[in-house]
Structure formats: C-alpha cells, structure tokens
C-alpha cells in the first residue's frame, strides 16, 4: 500500500535557490577590430539565446560581463541569466587583462558575500576570459596572478581561459593558473570563428546547474565544439 | 518485549529498486568490479531495518540515488538503528560519503558501524548504574557521545591506515541519536540532520548543519573542531535524514529551518500497535522514495531513519500546517532575496513575471523529464518513425522532381521530332 500523504509530500523546489555565478571578462582592445568583435557580439548574443533555451541555467545562472581594453568596464553586473541582454561592444585601446582579472575577482567576492548574507546557496564561481594578445600592463602582472591562483588553488574560483588567432599568447593564459594545477586547459579558436565558444559556455552553465553538489564538485562539461581545440 | 531486525534484501524490495534502476544498474555492477580491482568497497546498502519495542517503534533505511546511478557511483549513504536489550536505550546512525571522496562509502560504512557497536558496548557493560534509566546523566552521556565520535573517527582513520588509502578518501558526515524513550542525545558532523517532535508539539531542526561556503562543500565527521553535541528533552518522536532527504523538506537556516511538515505527516500520524504496522509504514517509505516522483527531485543518496513512542505521541501534539501559510512564506524569502541580490528598480519591477516564468519553466521541465523518464523507448520508436517518415517525404520529393525531368524531356523530343518532319 503506498504511503498515504494527506498534500503533496514535497513542496515546490525553487529553482533559484542554488547560483551559479559567472563572470565572462573580454577583451576589447584594438586588436580586435573587424571581424574578431563582429564574432564576440555575436557570440555574446548566441550566449543569451542558448541560455534561454535551458530552463534550469535560465533560473540559476548569474551572469556578470567585464571588458578590457585601456582601462576596464562592467558591461553588465551580475544579474539572473533570463535577464541577460547581450551589450554591443566596440574595439580600441590597450589590454589591461590583469586588471581585469582583479575587477573579476572582486566581483566573485563581493557576490559571494551578498549570497552568503541571505543565507543563498551557490556553485563555485566561473571566470570565464577571452583574448587575442598578451596583456599590456604587467606592472600589475604578479598581484592579478598570485590573486587568481590562490583563488583556484582553493577551489574558490573555475578558471576558464580561452585565446583566440594565432596572436593570443595562451602560454601566458596558462601561466594563471597554480604551478601543481593537475591540468592546465587553455581554449583556442580562430579570429574568424568562435563565437560558437559562447554556446558551448551556456550548455557548461546548464551541465552545472543540473549537477548535483551532494554527488560530486566535480561535472562532465559537454565536448568543446569543433572549431575549438583544448591545449594542456 | 517484542524486537525484530529484518533480514537481508528480499526480492520484494529488490524489485522496488530494479524496476526503477533499469538496466542502469548493471553498468553499474560492471564497473564497480572494476574499481574492486584496485580499491575495497564497501559492504551493499543494508536492507529496512524496523522493530517496535515497549511502545517505541523505529526504521531506517538507505537507497542509492538517482545520480549515483546515473554517475555509476555506489551508494554512499548508510544508517543503523537499534534498540539495545536489557536496557531502555535505542541507538541510531546516519552517515553520507563526502561525494569527491574516492572511498566514502566505505567511511561512511565504517563510521555508522563503529558507532553503534561502541554505544552497545557501552550501554551494555554499564547498563547496571550510570546508564538505567531514570538515572543517565549528562554528563556521562556527553562523555559517551564525544567517545562515539572519537572512536568513529579512530576507526575510519585506521581503516584508511591499513589500506595505505589518504583518511581524506574515506571522510562522510556522521549523525548518532541516543533515546531513552523520553530525552533524545545526539552527537553530529555535517550537514545531515535530526528532526525532533516534543511532547508540547514543537517540531524543529535539532542540529546544525555544518556546509561550506558552496554547495558541494561540507564540514564532515573528519572536522572535528565542527562536532556537535545535542539533547532535547520530553521528545515523543525524532526522524533523522541525510543531506538529500532533509534539504527537500526542510529549508536552510535563512528561511529559519521551516519544515514541511506533509512529508513527515505519515510517521507521525499511523500510531502504530504491533511490529507488522511499523514495517509497513517503513516499506511505504522505502517505496515511495524509491519511486520517479521523488526522485526527480531529489537525485542524491537517500537517508530516512524514524522513531516515534507511541506512549508519548498522540493527536494532541501534533503540529498542524497551513500550505498558503508555506506559499506565502516561501514567496516573501524569495522576494527579500531577490531585492537584496538585484536591488535595480527595473528588476524589482519583473520579480512577479520572473518568478511566474520560472514556475511554468520547471512545471515544463517536469512534464519534459517525466515524459523522457517514462517514455525513453517510446520516444525512440517515434523518432524512428519520424525519420521513417522524413525519408519517404525526401523519397517522394525527389520522385516529383523525377517526373518533372521526364516530362521535360518528352516533351523536348517531341518537340525535335515535330522540328525533324517540317524539315523532311
């Protein structure tokens, strides 16, 4: 004889209750000029298209956009993934990464801080970064790098870097992360073609929003599409 | 006084399971061979265990969940409870592997165990003055609680020595409650729990739990620095549940730890008389949160142990819950959380048609994943069928384009030879 419940055994989940904060930092320098921001709006606007097309990412996925080029910008602070509006960015200037990578860092810290004051629960943060050169201020070099691997040597933050044509130093991009980093993933793509990179990120978001932290902190994130090569 | 322990799985409950594992399970068996090769596992989950003894009826039981099947990963959730004879004592522990942890089955196995062997033998050789009741006293039972923990802990700890495995392979939570019929002990670590019914009615979390900062993280039975010790006095039932289990009917400690009381109601409300009527309420349990309702929400491992004294319960104290009360409760902490995290007037102005879209978004994923729950094969044929049907649509596409070309090229010869008898 099954159970007798007198009202629904269970009380409607909220989806929203668990975040998965991500922070999609980009480089707008000059360098990117043409076709290579063509492909980064686009890109940023098939981001918000995949993601509405995932229920579960739509409800728990936050989304924070910081570009770079002289000095650094927060296009879009963090706001639930079904009010993500794609901004139009335009290229110029210099590549103030590191600076950028420490705004990003900041951002995490404090969002996670406002989670933590409502008592709301949330996956490890991603720091997604996408380039197409080397960073021009290095003066600010070693503070943004020991802060980013102090942040995933303690499992605070999912670094995800990607470099895109062939001047993208992805050396350096790796070089974030901490020395006994077990693998070490930097994403490549072509100048010409990556906006499918942004697809493939909100399909990673919605893997996460699924997963189930109780099982495991680690998740199988779905196969990088064809026009993006992994290097180790 | 009447005790029974149930024995080893039966193919009833087997079945409960494997209708629902499917062929699941046995990739399942296949690769856990695997694994034996190089690392031990630990024991297959125990099943039910129920029994009713002076007026206390009590059950527990673990099942593997949902992702774990899906992960091809063991059950790392175990339980135990058990009356202690010749004593008034009832003993029970829950424990869940840490799911990053190579080995926490079997430290979850190894925790749960230690735990009540070392409280039986306690009991037992001091059941002549400290522990009879009326006389236990709070200071011995913190005493035994902190050597509960600490020989659960040495136990685990030894366990990973002799296989020259890391300690951190085997780390789980460990929750153990100690009832006397009327005061409840426990000891925890982790973010599992106990839920306590007193004689006056309140209903309400008795331990902490003990998460991380993120979701996945928790402080477990190898934090020792987290242990918390516990006891509550005049308690006519207590029900214990790992992390899966707790975490869908009661809320976090923002939302001050309210529990949904409907989820439990069944335990509190069946009063039951004899030994058949517990194991019946344990079986509904156990097949309910075998089943696809629950488990397309909660897809983590799953704990429930429950303990009522029937001399102590009746309908007096029993809570009494409002669902709107709970609607409006849960609306409000939605509301606050979503002005404190998105504090722009404009997105203040969408809450309502945010929230409106999220719940048709998970009513429509529900239907999506009952259907693909449900319907996997039918699904498959319709896709067949569809292609079946796409190819003959190309077939007879192609077929209209055919007859075209021979039509255009009768006509063109026809055309030639009129041209060819003008001219002869």
Redesign the interface.
């Known amino acids: 004889m099954p159970v007798q419940f007198t009202t629904d055994p269970l009380p409607i989940t909220n989806q929203g209750e668990r975040h998965v904060p991500a922070v999609i930092l980009v480089d707008i320098s000059g360098s990117m000029g043409g076709i290579p921001i063509n492909e980064l709006n686009q890109g940023l606007i098939e981001f918000g298209t995949a993601l509405h097309e995932d229920s579960l990412a739509l409800g728990r996925a936050e989304v924070c956009i910081i570009s770079f080029n002289s000095s650094v910008q927060t296009e879009m602070s963090f706001r639930p993934a079904a009010d993500y509006e794609a901004p139009v960015l335009s290229a110029s200037g210099l590549t103030s990464m590191n600076e950028a990578i420490e705004a990003a860092l900041d951002a995490i810290e404090s969002r996670k801080a406002e989670y933590r004051a409502q008592g709301v629960s949330y996956y490890r943060p991603w720091l997604f970064l996408l380039t197409d050169g080397a960073p021009t201020d290095n003066e600010k070099e070693h503070s943004a790098r020991t802060r980013l691997q102090n942040a995933i040597s303690n499992k605070k933050v999912v670094y995800m870097p990607m470099g895109i044509g062939e001047h993208a130093d992805t050396g350096k991009l790796q070089s974030y992360y901490p020395n006994d980093a077990q693998t070490r993933p930097v994403l490549k793509a072509s100048a010409q073609n990556f906006k499918e990179a942004f697809v493939w990120l909100s399909q990673s978001l919605g893997v996460v929003s699924q997963s189930d932290p109780n099982v495991s902190d680690q998740v199988q994130l779905p196969p990088t599409p064809s026009i993006i090569t992994v290097g180790i | 006084m009447s005790f029974e322990r149930k024995d080893p799985f039966t193919a009833d409950y087997n079945d409960v399971l494997e209708k629902h594992s499917d062929d699941r399970d046995t990739e399942y068996v296949d690769r856990q061979e695997d694994v034996k090769e190089e690392m031990p596992a630990a024991p297959e989950v125990e099943a039910p265990v129920y029994g009713f003894a002076d007026g206390i009826s009590f059950w527990a039981f673990s099942q593997r ?1 949902e ?2 099947i899906k ?1 091809g ?1 063991p059950c790392q959730d175990r339980c135990a409870v058990k009356m202690i004879e010749n004593t008034n004592f009832l003993v029970a522990a829950i424990a ?1 592997g840490v ?2 942890c190579a080995l926490s089955d079997l430290g979850a196995y190894i925790a749960v165990h230690a735990a009540i062997n070392y409280l039986e033998s306690a009991l037992l050789s001091d059941q002549e003055d400290e522990f009879s009741i009326p006389k236990a006293e709070d200071e011995i039972i913190g005493d035994l609680l902190r050597g509960v923990m600490k020989f659960a802990y040495d136990e685990v700890e030894k366990a990973a020595v002799e296989m020259e495995q890391l300690l951190y392979s085997l780390q789980s939570t460990l929750t153990v409650a100690l009832y006397d019929g009327s005061t409840l002990y426990f000891a925890h670590a982790g973010d599992d729990g106990i839920v306590v019914l007193r004689e006056d009615g309140m209903l309400k979390l008795a331990s902490a739990r003990h ?1 991380g ?5 928790v402080f477990p039975l190898q934090s020792q620095n987290t242990w918390q010790f516990g006891k509550v006095e005049h308690t006519a039932a207590f029900i214990m549940a790992t ?2 289990v707790l975490d ?2 009661v809320r ?4 001050k730890n309210r529990i ?1 009381y ?2 439990i ?2 335990i509190l409300t069946q009063f039951p008389k004899t030994v058949e009527e517990v194991k ?2 344990c079986l ?2 156990y ?2 949160m075998a089943g696809k ?2 488990r397309y ?4 491992d799953l704990t429930l142990a429950a303990v009522t004294n029937q001399n102590r319960l009746c309908e007096r104290i029993l809570p009494s819950f409002s ?1 709107e009360e ?2 409006y409760k ?1 609306a409000q902490y ?1 509301a ?2 979503f002005a ?3 504090p722009d007037a404009q ?1 203040q102005h ?1 809450f309502a048609q ?1 929230r409106q ?3 048709e ?2 009513k ?2 529900n239907r999506k994943m009952q259907n693909s729950f449900d319907d996997d094969f039918e699904n498959v044929q319709k896709k067949e069928k569809k292609k079946d049907y796409q190819d003959y649509s190309d077939w007879e596409e192609k077929n209209d384009d055919l007859f075209l070309i021979i039509l255009c090229f009768v006509f063109a010869v026809a055309v030639i030879i009129l041209i060819l008898f003008f001219f002869f």
């Open positions: 969940g992702s774990h992960n990963l869940d799911g990053s998460k900062e993120e979701a996945s993280s992390d899966g869908a009917f976090n400690a923002a939302e949904y409907p989820f109601e069944p019946e309420n509904d349990y097949e309910y309702d629950y929400t909660v897809t983590d669902m709970w609607n849960t939605q606050k959380v404190a995290l998105y997105e969408r945010h879209q999220q719940e978004r998970q429509s994923r």
